[in-house]
């Protein structure tokens, strides 16, 4: 059997990347191993930037029923006083109608929709193949042809194809056949994740923080709340001993319309433990192999970052392959142009995502009060609130400055404009028809 590019991993990422292919016309076969999708919590806000992407794949209409519009973001700072309802110390608003594109919002959608979607939507297209389940098992070169060995049933078939793609998350291995090196880190909080019924005053996206717990809940459609509860390590075990009232009562504390709602949790069964965890590799790209999404790059999920990453890196591979494809140019050569487009950026993306993490990770009462003071200074400054929205939106990248500082600085018209589409400008230039390859440097 002889495939273009073979793809391991069904999640959004790899599906994304192979309805890009299969509708171009690239012969593609994704190898998922789980028949049902598992059981793992996955990522569900997805950014404007992913919502473009995911649109131009004509994927997004059909997913809008099954979506929940989050046009802002609430954050509190509170003190808990037991008994009564939490004191406000603190209220900051990032606000995605800031953004001059036509998705100026972001969407909570469930994980497993979205793939739905993605299969149904490549399986139109005669260049697409799944094998659901099947197992990569190894892959190897030899006088200078790809092969894949996938398991599926009790036959393993040796595979021929010019690209392999790693899209199967953090433990991949596509990536440790590629011998890249792994830098991580783990942090001093876990999190506890759950969805239940949504009280009807909580409408928008709420993150409730105090001084030593902090609370995100963002709703879902169908009248659900998708949160998170974070924990100090070790505690997970001693909480289930306590039963599920400790885990009532602090959702109770920080919003008391919970009551009634949050007491839905039936069993612990439905409460899911999610350890953060941050890597990043060396390499993308080895010879005729790259990685995308968890496997490239895992995120501290307090940005909600992690599923757009993997959108955003299918976007930007699918264009290079197609492009590959198309000009018959196939080799490191060109592939190795997809580690040097989105490498600095979602370097950059996963350091943001460090910062957020940062910012809660330390239950001091200083530092309670510097963490407010950055929330009253980013939603004050028009400046440093549209330089964030641009970051996590994943429409551009906008450092930083001292020149941010000043409290007195805006930003002068059309410039929001400019910056927004800095980034497709550049990915346009790269495409020129006298150059050999598909991306020109600046």
């Not at 002889?2 to 509708?23: E, M, N, Q």
């Not at 697409?128 to 990569?136: D, N």
């Not at 264009?319 to 198309?326: D, F, I, N, S, T």
């Amino acid at each position: 059997m002889d495939y273009d590019v073979i793809i391991i991993g069904g999640g959004v990422g790899g599906l994304t990347l192979a309805l890009s292919l299969s509708s171009r016309g690239v012969r593609t076969l994704v190898v998922e191993k789980d028949p049902k999708g598992g059981h793992v919590y996955k990522g569900e806000l997805l950014q404007p930037k992913s919502m473009m992407i995911l649109d131009k794949l004509d994927v997004l209409d059909p997913l809008l029923p099954n979506s929940y519009q989050l046009d802002t973001i609430h954050t509190y700072e509170v003190e808990l006083r037991p008994g009564d309802r939490p004191e406000t110390l603190c209220h900051s608003r990032l606000d995605y109608s800031m953004l001059p594109v036509k998705y100026n919002y972001a969407r909570m959608a469930p994980h497993e929709k979205i793939r739905e979607l993605l299969t149904a939507r490549a399986e139109e297209f005669s260049a697409f193949h799944l094998w659901k389940p099947a197992v990569f098992e190894k892959m190897e070169t030899k006088d200078g042809v790809q092969k894949a060995f996938i398991k599926k049933g009790k036959e393993v078939y040796e595979i021929t194809a010019r690209v392999i793609i790693g899209a199967e998350g953090r433990l991949s291995k596509v990536r440790k056949t590629m011998d890249v090196s792994l830098h991580s880190m783990q942090y001093n909080h876990h999190f506890l994740t759950v969805t239940f019924p949504r009280p009807p005053e909580l409408k928008e996206a709420t993150i409730f923080a105090s001084r030593n717990h902090f609370v995100g809940l963002f709703p879902l459609p169908e009248g659900q709340v998708r949160s998170v509860y974070m924990i100090e390590p070790g505690r997970y075990k001693a909480m289930r001993k306590e039963g599920l009232e400790p885990v009532f009562k602090a959702y109770r504390d920080f919003m008391p319309e919970m009551e009634g709602y949050v007491d839905e949790i039936k069993k612990w069964k439905e409460i899911q433990l999610m350890i953060p965890i941050r890597h990043n590799t060396s390499r993308y790209v080895t010879d005729s192999s790259a990685i995308l999404g968890d496997a490239a790059h895992s995120v501290h999920p307090m940005a909600g970052e992690g599923m757009n990453m993997a959108i955003q890196d299918a976007d930007i591979l699918g264009e290079l392959l197609v492009w590959m494809h198309e000009h018959n140019r196939w080799g490191k050569e060109y592939l190795s142009w997809f580690e040097y487009v989105r490498k600095p950026r979602s370097e950059f993306v996963s350091g943001l995502s460090h910062q957020s993490a940062l910012v809660y990770s330390f239950s001091s009462r200083p530092w309670q009060k510097i963490r407010m003071r950055a929330l009253r200074y980013l939603e004050s400054h028009p400046r440093l609130h549209f330089k964030h929205l641009l970051n996590i939106s994943g429409l551009g990248m906008w450092k930083m400055n001292m020149m941010d500082w000043p409290r007195h600085m805006g930003f002068p018209p059309g410039e929001s404009r400019r910056y927004v589409l800095q980034e497709e400008e550049m990915r346009k230039r790269f495409f020129t028809e006298k150059d050999d390859y598909p991306w020109k440097s600046e």
